[in-house]
Structure formats: C-alpha cells, structure tokens
Nanobody, 111 residues
C-alpha cells in the first residue's frame, strides 16, 4: 500500500533549524513530482516547496533562502531542511506525492 510518512517535526526557538523527512513507499520519488505543504493554525493548507522529476525546485516566497527541498532516490525519501525558522512557520507540515498525502508533522517555532 502506497504511503508517505513524515517525521522530524518538533518545537524549536526562532532562528533554529529542523529537517523534515518523508519516507515514501509504493511510489518512486524520482518519477513523481514531490512537495511539502503546510497548514498553519486556522488557515488553509499552502505549498511550501516542490521538486520535479527533473530535480527542479520551487519555493513559496515566504521560505525562499531559508528552506531547501531535496530527495534521496536510493532511500526513496524526500526532505525539507528548514533554517532560520520564524514563529510564522508554525504549522502542520505535509508531504505530498502523486495523489498521496502524509499524515503530517507538527512544527512549532517559539519567539
């Protein structure tokens, strides 16, 4: 059964870093566009970063220069490195690939 499982969330102070991981099974990350989304409290889910099958990446303006999406084809995993975190980055972060969503991982940034 295809599934995506996120990990790596937690509580961090502003200015800190976290790396989110997405373990993918049932689909191949190198042949699917993969992405990270987030849903802040009381707000709609939004795209944070994406990586295409060719390796091209795109980012929301709010995270450009701070977040980096990457994938490990051998491990079939996708990552989101988040640096210089801000309180407004607080959200549940979701991994997405093909038509699948992970269950989400909470990231909380304290000021």
């Amino acid at each position: 059964q295809a599934q995506l499982v996120e990990s790596g969330g937690g509580l961090v102070q502003a200015g800190g870093s976290l790396r989110l991981s997405c373990a993918v099974s049932g689909i191949i990350v190198s042949t699917n566009n993969m992405a990270w989304y987030r849903q802040p409290p009381g707000k709609q889910r939004e795209l944070v970063a994406g990586i295409t099958t060719s390796g091209s990446t795109n980012y929301a303006d709010s995270v450009k220069g701070r977040f980096t999406i990457s994938r490990d084809n051998a491990k079939n995993m996708v990552y989101l490195q988040m640096n210089n975190l801000k309180p407004e980055d607080t959200a549940v972060y979701y991994c997405r690939g093909w038509v699948l969503w992970g269950q989400g991982t909470q990231v909380t940034v304290s000021s």
